[in-house]
Nanobody
Framework: VQLVESGGGLVQPGGSLRLSCATS????????TKWYRQAPGKERELVASVDSAGYRRTYPDPVKGRFTISRDNAKNTVYLQMNSLKPEDTAVYYCNARRSSVDYWGKGTLVTVSS
């Protein structure tokens, strides 16, 4: 079972990107879904989460007000909209879903914020 991320790339500071996470193995409505990121030489950190009902969303302070996690149940896809990007947002972004105490991960998508 694997999650597939897409949407990463190179963007200038202040720009926006939208990441997508999809799977055909289960429905995201049955899982808590999160986005993490890992910058070179740093620990993996949580950047957004949404509960299985799709209502409760949480963000850490570094991305609050700039990042938005959402879910399209019809497409069974979870998104991470990233606005006002900063060079320090450069990282590999990973999608994670926890369902019935089992964690599922994608391979990640690289986001580079640079002029």
């Amino acid at each position: 079972v694997q999650l597939v991320e897409s949407g990463g790339g190179l963007v200038q500071p202040g720009g926006s990107l939208r990441l997508s996470c999809a799977t055909s193995a289960f429905t995201f409505a049955s899982a808590v879904t999160k986005w993490y990121r890992q910058a070179p030489g740093k620990e993996r950190e949580l950047v957004a989460s949404v509960d299985s009902a799709g209502y409760r969303r949480t963000y850490p302070d570094p991305v609050k007000g700039r990042f938005t996690i959402s879910r399209d149940n019809a497409k069974n896809t979870v998104y991470l909209q990233m606005n006002s990007l900063k060079p320090e947002d450069t990282a590999v972004y990973y999608c994670n879903a926890r369902r019935s105490s089992v964690d599922y991960w994608g391979k990640g998508t690289l986001v580079t914020v640079s002029s």
